[in-house]
Antibody, heavy 121, light 108 residues
Framework: EVQLVESGGGLVQPGGSLRLSCAAS????????MSWVRQAPGKGLEWVAN????????YYVDSVKGRFTISRDNAKNSLYLQMNSLRAEDTAVYYC??????????????WGQGTLVTVSS | AIRMTQSPSSFSASTGDRVTITCRAS??????LAWYQQKPGKAPKLLIY???TLQSGVPSRFSGSGSGTDFTLTISCLQSEDFATYYC??????????FGQGTRLEIK
């Protein structure tokens, strides 16, 4: 059974940092692109970043470029999101999700349950 | 960025109804469109990809159509478990991958 389990969310002050993790199981993690998608309270879905199977390609939404870094450790079947210089508008539930590739099959067939990040003083 | 616009933003329907949700892309995206269902407090669930391909395990009352800029998600006979929010997503061109704003389907 495919499972994606996020962790690392919490309350952080504006300007602070947080590192999210996503533990994958039930599939060959190193064969899939992985993404982070977020959802602000009561709002819609926003794609944040994705990373190629070997980590050689990474892409970000403009609003997080230079502040967030996506990474992965295939040996540990884990995906990460390092979030720096956090702003109130980064407050959201963060989901990890997998896609078959980063091109013509870049839709998300499995999602984690999400972890809540709250940026507030 | 490609903008995805769903209509309506919300509406109410009854069990047994046939409902259609529309998604329009700001530029042509061929058939690179997916649909998701999300229930409160839960992660989104993939329903359809490539505009019309039903994801494994999804009931056949769900169907998708369209190509280019205009797409539809149809639920042929609403069941109680179908009341949720639905999102479209384009994956033709990125970054960024973009979603529609969502359509909330409520019980009449």
């Amino acid at each position: 059974e495919v499972q994606l389990v996020e962790s690392g969310g919490g309350l952080v002050q504006p300007g602070g940092s947080l590192r999210l993790s996503c533990a994958a199981s039930g599939f060959t993690f190193s064969s899939y692109w992985m993404s982070w998608v977020r959802q602000a309270p009561g709002k819609g879905l926003e794609w944040v970043a994705n990373i190629k199977q070997d980590g050689s390609e990474k892409y970000y939404v403009d609003s997080v470029k230079g502040r967030f870094t996506i990474s992965r450790d295939n040996a540990k079947n884990s995906l990460y999101l390092q979030m720096n210089s956090l702003r109130a508008e980064d407050t959201a539930v963060y989901y990890c999700a997998r896609s078959l590739d980063g091109n013509r099959n870049n839709y998300f067939d499995y999602w984690g349950q999400g972890t809540l990040v709250t940026v507030s003083s | 960025a490609i903008r995805m616009t769903q209509s309506p933003s919300s509406f109410s329907a009854s069990t047994g109804d046939r409902v259609t949700i529309t998604c329009r892309a700001s530029q042509g995206i061929s058939s690179y469109l997916a649909w998701y269902q999300q229930k409160p407090g839960k992660a989104p669930k993939l329903l359809i990809y490539a505009a019309s391909t039903l994801q494994s395990g999804v009931p056949s009352r769900f169907s998708g159509s369209g190509s280019g800029t205009d797409f539809t998600l149809t639920i042929s006979c609403l069941q109680s478990e179908d009341f949720a929010t639905y999102y479209c997503q384009q994956y033709y061109s990125y970054p960024p991958i973009t979603f529609g704003q969502g359509t909330r389907l409520e019980i009449k």
